[in-house]
């Protein structure tokens, strides 16, 4: 079993970054694919950012790439997303997630979920 805690979010403006950690407990982080989504009203969840975990490919949806970084600090059982540049168009509320395989999370997700944490962006 795996319980992963989001963080980090807030209002910032366009342009402006913000980064989102992912503290998990009951498992390490190195036997599972990591991974973030996002969801807006009104719209449908999406897979943001991943890294596998065996050799931790890291995977960007096209409209963060450039823009975001996943990371990934096993050790403290820590995930992060770093979000540069950021736009209006990525407020939503963001999810860590953790599968068995990076492939469970471009599948709609891995069996262990955050509580999200609010990102705003503003114009």
């Known amino acids: 079993q795996v319980q992963l805690v989001e963080s980090g979010g807030g209002l910032v403006q366009a342009g402006g970054s913000l980064k989102l950690s992912c503290a998990a407990s009951g498992r390490s982080l190195s036997n599972y694919a990591m991974g973030w989504f996002r969801q807006a009203p009104g719209k449908e969840r999406e897979l943001v950012a991943a890294?596998?975990?065996?050799?931790?490919?890291?995977y960007y949806a096209d409209f963060v790439k450039g823009r975001f970084a996943i990371s990934r600090d096993d050790a403290k059982n820590l995930a992060y997303l770093q979000m540069n540049n950021l736009k209006p168009e990525d407020t939503a509320v963001y999810y860590c997630?953790?599968?068995?395989?990076?492939?469970?999370?471009?599948?709609?997700?891995?069996?262990?979920w955050g509580q999200g944490t609010q990102v705003t962006v503003s114009s």
């Open positions: 890294r596998g975990w065996s050799d931790r490919i890291p």
């Open positions: 997630n953790a599968g068995l395989s990076i492939t469970s999370l471009h599948r709609g997700g891995g069996a262990y």
